[in-house]
């Protein structure tokens, strides 16, 4: 059962389908988690121990050993990105992306020392030559 994913009024009222109270199962994950004692009286208590829960799953499930600034959290990716990035989502990839941007180390409180900012790379346009000279406008009356 996911608890990450509920808020505490589902984890204090539901059932299961074998009539197992959630609240039930949530303390016994988190007991065995955190190996303390907990009060299941105190509303307050219980949404501590799941917000503490939460937090923990929350930060061993991100491995990227970039971190932002405080400042710099929810930076959009690029610009008119719709994706903001912030020390609970950023990946590796993401990070690549900021440290492409002018200047992007000022974003990061911490970097790993091998990591290799991407090059920024500009595709020019090569155009192809369209315009006529007199000698090709010569070279294709004679030949009519």
């Given at each position: 059962m996911?608890?990450?994913t509920?808020?505490?009024?589902?984890?204090?009222?539901n059932?299961t389908?074998?009539g197992e109270r959630?609240l039930?199962?949530f303390?016994?994950?988190y007991?065995s988690v955190?190996?303390e004692?907990?009060n299941?009286?105190?509303?307050?208590?219980l949404t501590?121990?799941?917000?503490?829960y939460?937090?923990h799953?929350?930060?061993?499930?991100n491995?990227?050993?970039y971190?932002?600034?405080?400042?710099y959290?929810?930076?959009?990716?690029?610009?008119?990105?719709?994706?903001?990035?912030?020390?609970?989502?950023?990946?590796t990839?993401y990070?690549?992306?900021?440290l492409?941007?002018?200047?992007g180390q000022?974003?990061?409180?911490?970097?790993?020392k091998?990591?290799?900012p991407?090059?920024i790379?500009k595709?020019?346009?090569t155009?192809k030559n369209?315009?006529t000279?007199?000698?090709d406008i010569?070279a294709?009356?004679?030949?009519e």
């Amino acid at each position: 059962m996911d608890f990450t994913t509920m808020d505490i009024a589902t984890v204090t009222r539901n059932v299961t389908g074998s009539g197992e109270r959630y609240l039930e199962l949530f303390l016994k994950e988190y007991t065995s988690v955190f190996n303390e004692k907990v009060n299941p009286a105190c509303p307050k208590c219980l949404t501590q121990y799941l917000t503490r829960y939460k937090n923990h799953y929350k930060a061993m499930a991100n491995t990227c050993n970039y971190r932002l600034h405080a400042k710099y959290e929810n930076i959009p990716l690029e610009f008119g990105s719709p994706i903001l990035v912030n020390n609970s989502n950023i990946t590796t990839e993401y990070a690549l992306k900021l440290l492409a941007h002018n200047n992007g180390q000022r974003y990061f409180s911490q970097i790993p020392k091998d990591a290799k900012p991407k090059s920024i790379s500009k595709k020019t346009k090569t155009r192809k030559n369209t315009s006529t000279t007199i000698q090709d406008i010569s070279a294709n009356e004679t030949a009519e």
